[in-house]
Nanobody
């Protein structure tokens, strides 16, 4: 069974830094695109950053220049380095990954998996 397990997060003052990690475990064929989303209280979940299997990255305008997404395929892990944190970055952060698994009868299936979420709180 494929799982994404997040670590990191916590409470930090404005201007501080945090790093989130998300490791995939289980049996799978490949990990395609990976990303981080966040959901603030009372708001919809939004994409923060994503990275393809070819290491191309994409960022929300609100985090460009402050956040950096990276992946380590040897460890099946995606990271989000967050610098210059602002109170408006406060949210639950979720990692997501499109993972391909081998199913019975030779079927190859791609599915979007989610981590359990990590609270990031930035105090002013």
């Amino acid at each position: 069974q494929v799982q994404l397990v997040e670590s990191g997060g916590g409470l930090v003052q404005a201007g501080g830094s945090l790093r989130l990690s998300c490791a995939a475990s289980g049996s799978f064929y490949s990990i395609n695109e990976m990303g981080w989303y966040r959901q603030a209280l009372g708001k919809q979940r939004e994409l923060v950053a994503s990275v393809t299997s070819g290491s191309s990255t994409n960022y929300a305008d609100s985090v460009k220049g402050r956040f950096t997404i990276s992946r380590d395929d040897a460890k099946n892990t995606v990271y989000l380095r967050m610098n210059g944190l602002k109170p408006e970055d406060t949210a639950v952060y979720y990692c997501a990954a499109e993972i391909t698994t081998a199913q019975p009868m030779g079927v190859i299936l791609s599915h979007l998996y989610w981590g359990q979420g990590a609270q990031v709180t930035v105090s002013s």
